[in-house]
C-alpha cells in the first residue's frame, strides 16, 4: 500500500507541476456542463416519457451518464496509457528493479488518474447540484458502491488493454470500441428502451447498462441497493468474470514480455 | 589470475551451489530471441521461427565485493546477461544465481540485493526535484520514513547532489543526472550493483570525475560489488579488477585485464625512428619476439612502426637491445592501448590457436 501510495504522490507531484493544465482541465469540464445543461433542459419534453422510471429529469440522468462515463474512461484508457509512457520514458523498468510488485506498480500508476477523475466528477456534481440537478445525496454511500462496481467490471478492460501494450506494443481499439460501445449502449446518454429492440439485446451484453440503471433508481429514484439487486448481481458477474480473464491474461503477457525480453521496450 | 575459455569453467547447473562469498553465480546460462521478419516473409512461412542467440552457455562467478567489467562490442549480450540478473528478461537454460538466489524462483529476494542502474535519464520523474526522486525509491524500497529521508540526504551527498537536491531534476546536466540514477540504485544498500555503459553519455571530464566516484565511493566505501558493461577497454582497465569478454553472445574469456593482454601472446608497441627498421628487427621477427610490422614515413622526417612484441617487457628490452646495436636514432618507443577490437581478435585468434593444436 505505501509503495502504491508513493507512486500515485510521484504521479500528482508531477501533474501538479504544470498547473495550468489542471486549471485548464477543470475549466473544460464547467464549460461543458453550461450547454449540457441548457440542452437537456430543451430535450426535457421529449426524454420525460422514456426516463420516467429514472427520474423523470433529463439532466439529472446525463449528469449521472456523464460522470460514470468519466470514470469509465479513465479505468479503461489510464492503464495502458500510462504503462505505455512509462515503458517509453524507462520509469517502467526503473520500477521494476525495486522491491515493489509489479501489482502494486500498476496499481500506483493509475491511481492518481482515478484520484484525478473523482476530483472533476465531484466538481461535476457539485455544479450539476447547483444547477438544480435532483440528485439524492443522502443515497452517496449506495451510489459509490455501485460506481465501485462499475469501475471493478470495466478495470478488466483496462488490463487486456495494458497486456497488449506489454505483449504488441499496442492496445489496439480496445479502449476505443469498449468506450464506444458502452457509450452508445450502455445507457450514458438516453435510456437503453429508445434504442431498436435488436440493439437492446445487444446492450443487454454491457455491464454499463445494469450499473447505470441501478446507479439511476439509487441516486435519482432514491431506490434501495435490495431492489436493483438482480442489476448488481449481473453486473458483479461482469466483474468478477472479467477480472479473473483479464489477470490471466495480463499475467501471460508479462511473461511473454519477459521471456521476448521486450518487457521495457515501446 | 588467468584466462579462462568458457568451455574450460563449464558447470551443470546441479553439480554447484553458490558459495556463500559469490555474489553472481552464472551456469551455462542461455537465452535467445526470436528474429523479427518482415511481413512478407511471415506471410509466406507463418510457423517458421529463426532465433538469434544472446547469450550462449555462460558460466562464470563474481565474488562478493569484485568490481568486473563486462567488456563487449555492441549486440555482445551484456545488455541482456543484465537484464536477466536484473529479473527483468527470463533465461532459456542454465541458471543464474544472485547471493544464492535464483533469479526466475526467487526474483523478490534478487531484488533486494541487486540494483540496475538504469542509465537512461529518462527513466527519472523530470518534473520532480531529485530529492523526491530518491524519496519515491526509498519508499518503493521499503524504508522507513524518517531513515529514508536520512539517507536520501547521504546519497545526496555522497553523489555530490547536495545543493540541487531542491532543483528539478530536468534542469539537471547530463552529468548530474547520471550521479542521480546511481544514488537511487544505492537508495536500498543494495549489495550488487549493474551498470550499464554508465559513461556513454559524459563528456570525458565528467567520465573520468564519474570513474573516480564508483571506484572511490561505490566500490570503495560502500563496499558494492560492481558489474561494469562497457565497450571501452580503457574504463574496464582502469576500474575493474577482473573482466569477462563477452563477444556475440559467448563468455570469450575471464580475467585481470591486464592478464588477458598478456595472455594473448603479445602487445602493440610504436616506434618512432629516423630512418626503417625492419632490418634491425628481422632476427627478432625470426625468434617469434616481434610480428605484424607496419612501417611508414610520417611528415617531420620520422618514421613509425608498429608492431605486435611477445614476451611482456623482457620482448620490448629486446627490441630496445636490437636497435641500439644498429645505431638506429630512436625518438620514441611506446606500448599502443589495446582496443576492445584488438582484444576479441586475439582472443578469437588464440583460441583458434588452441584448437587447432
Known amino acids: 500500500m505505501r509503495r502504491m501510495l508513493a507512486l500515485v504522490r510521484a ?86 528493479g525495486t522491491r515493489a510488485r509489479l501489482g502494486e506498480i500498476v496499481a500506483g500508476t493509475v491511481g492518481y488518474a482515478f484520484i484525478w477523475t473523482a476530483v472533476r466528477a465531484l466538481l461535476l456534481l457539485v455544479v450539476g447540484l447547483a444547477l438544480g440537478a435532483p440528485l439524492m445525496g443522502e443515497r452517496s454511500p449506495a451510489a459509490l458502491l455501485i460506481l465501485g462496481l462499475i469501475i471493478l467490471a470495466y478495470i478488466p478492460f483496462g488490463l487486456l488493454a495494458a497486456a497488449g501494450v506489454l505483449a504488441f506494443k499496442t492496445s489496439g481499439s480496445l479502449p476505443a470500441a469498449v468506450l464506444t460501445v458502452s457509450g452508445l449502449l ?8 429508445v434504442i431498436p429492440s435488436w440493439l437492446q439485446d445487444l446492450s443487454m451484453a454491457v455491464p ?10 439509487v441516486v435519482l429514484e432514491g431506490g434501495s441497493l435490495r431492489a436493483s439487486a438482480p442489476d448488481l448481481a449481473v453486473l458483479s458477474g461482469f466483474a468478477l468474470a472479467l477480472f479473473g480473464l483479464s489477470l490471466y491474461v495480463f499475467t501471460l503477457a508479462v511473461r511473454h514480455a519477459k521471456g521476448s525480453g521486450t518487457l521495457a521496450q515501446y | 589470475m588467468s584466462v579462462v575459455a568458457p568451455g574450460a569453467h563449464t558447470v551443470s547447473p546441479a553439480a554447484r551451489i553458490p558459495l556463500a562469498g559469490e555474489a553472481i553465480h552464472l551456469a551455462g546460462l542461455t537465452k535467445r530471441f526470436v528474429v523479427r521478419r518482415s511481413l512478407g516473409a511471415a506471410l509466406r512461412q507463418p510457423f517458421l521461427r529463426q532465433w538469434s542467440p544472446a547469450l550462449v552457455d555462460i558460466s562464470c562467478t563474481i565474488e562478493d565485493g569484485e568490481f568486473f567489467g563486462l567488456l563487449g562490442p555492441n549486440g555482445a549480450g551484456k545488455t541482456t546477461l543484465f537484464k536477466v540478473l536484473a ?16 533469479v526466475i524462483r526467487q526474483a523478490n529476494q534478487v531484488r533486494k540485493i541487486l540494483a540496475p542502474v538504469i542509465t537512461d535519464d529518462r527513466s527519472l520523474y523530470w518534473r520532480l526535484t531529485a530529492r523526491e526522486n530518491l524519496e519515491l525509491y526509498a519508499r518503493l524500497q521499503d524504508l522507513p520514513e524518517e531513515a529514508g529521508r536520512r539517507r536520501v540526504s547521504e546519497l545526496l551527498d555522497a553523489v555530490g547532489l547536495c545543493d540541487a537536491g531542491s532543483k528539478m531534476v530536468g534542469a539537471f546536466s547530463s552529468g548530474m543526472k547520471q550521479r542521480l540514477l546511481i544514488a537511487r540504485a544505492l537508495v536500498a544498500r543494495p549489495r550488487i550493483l549493474l551498470l550499464d555503459e554508465p559513461t ?15 571506484r572511490e565511493e561505490i566500490s570503495g566505501r560502500q563496499g558494492c560489488t560492481v558489474l561494469l558493461a562497457t565497450h571501452n577497454t580503457e574504463e574496464a582497465l582502469e576500474l575493474c579488477g577482473r573482466v569477462g569478454v563477452l563477444h556475440q553472445g559467448k563468455l570469450l574469456a575471464v580475467g585481470s585485464a591486464a592478464d588477458l593482454i598478456r595472455q594473448m601472446g603479445s602487445e602493440r608497441y610504436r616506434l618512432w625512428t629516423r630512418c626503417p627498421v625492419p632490418g634491425s628487427l628481422a632476427a627478432l621477427e625470426r625468434e617469434g619476439v616481434v610480428d605484424g610490422i607496419v612501417s611508414q614515413p610520417d611528415a617531420e622526417g620520422w618514421t613509425r612502426t608498429e608492431m605486435d612484441v ?23 618507443f611506446e606500448s599502443v592501448p589495446r582496443t576492445l577490437a584488438d582484444l576479441i581478435e586475439g582472443i578469437i585468434d588464440r583460441r583458434r590457436r588452441s584448437s587447432d593444436a
Not at chain 1, 46 to 63: C, H, K, N
Not at chain 1, 186 to 193: I, L
Not at chain 1, 209 to 215: K, V
Open chain 1, 186 to 193: 450502455g445507457g450514458v446518454y438516453y435510456p437503453t428502451q
Open chain 1, 208 to 217: 454499463l447498462t445494469y450499473g447505470l440503471r441501478a446507479l439511476r433508481a
Open chain 1, 11 to 96: 504521479s500528482w507531484l508531477t501533474a501538479a507541476s504544470y498547473r495550468l493544465n489542471m486549471l485548464v482541465s477543470l475549466v473544460s469540464l464547467l464549460m461543458m456542463v453550461i450547454p449540457v445543461y441548457f440542452v437537456a433542459g430543451a430535450l426535457q419534453p421529449v426524454m420525460a416519457d422514456s426516463i420516467a422510471g429514472q427520474g423523470g429529469e433529463y439532466f439529472g440522468f446525463l449528469l449521472v451518464g456523464i460522470i460514470t462515463l468519466m470514470f469509465l474512461t479513465t479505468a479503461v484508457t489510464s492503464l495502458p496509457t500510462a504503462l505505455g509512457s512509462s515503458i517509453a520514458s524507462g520509469t517502467f523498468e526503473a520500477l521494476l
Open chain 2, 200 to 214: 556513454r553519455s559524459l563528456d570525458p571530464l565528467s567520465a573520468r570525475t564519474f570513474r573516480a566516484f564508483l
Open chain 2, 310 to 332: 611477445a614476451g611482456g617487457l623482457e620482448g620490448a628490452a629486446k627490441v630496445i637491445d636490437a636497435l641500439g646495436r644498429a645505431g638506429a636514432s630512436v625518438g620514441r
Open chain 2, 87 to 102: 529479473t527483468l528478461v527470463l533465461p532459456d537454460g542454465g541458471s543464474a544465481a544472485v547471493g544464492g538466489y535464483d
